[in-house]
């Protein structure tokens, strides 16, 4: 079943990271314009994450899918968060 009050995307980050900042502003800006939730988790607060993502931060999923890392391109966030929610996709 769909948590719909979980957040659509997802940054994975950690601090200090030099391309978390404009990762970040494109999906503020993103999330704001479409009226999606998002939240930000730190690889530093979750080993699992770390272990899965500590080479590719930042990271962006949408509805628990891997969407990008390093960067963000803007409107191919704009068409995944278009498309409908995923009905059995992995929590993190």
């Known amino acids: 079943m769909i948590d719909s009050a979980a957040p659509r995307i997802v940054l994975i980050s950690k ?3 030099h391309l978390c900042d404009p990762v970040r502003e494109v999906i503020s800006r993103v999330a704001r314009d479409l009226g999606v939730s998002w939240t930000e988790r730190s690889i530093l607060d979750d080993p699992e994450l770390d272990a899965a993502y500590s ?3 930042p990271v962006t999923l949408v509805d628990g899918t891997q969407h990008d890392y390093w960067r963000i391109d803007e ?3 704009r068409a995944a968060l ?3 929610r995923a009905a059995d996709g992995p929590s993190v």
């Open 15 to 17: 601090p200090g990271c």
């Open 75 to 77: 409107s191919r966030l």
């Open 55 to 57: 080479e590719q931060i």
């Open 82 to 84: 278009a498309e409908p």
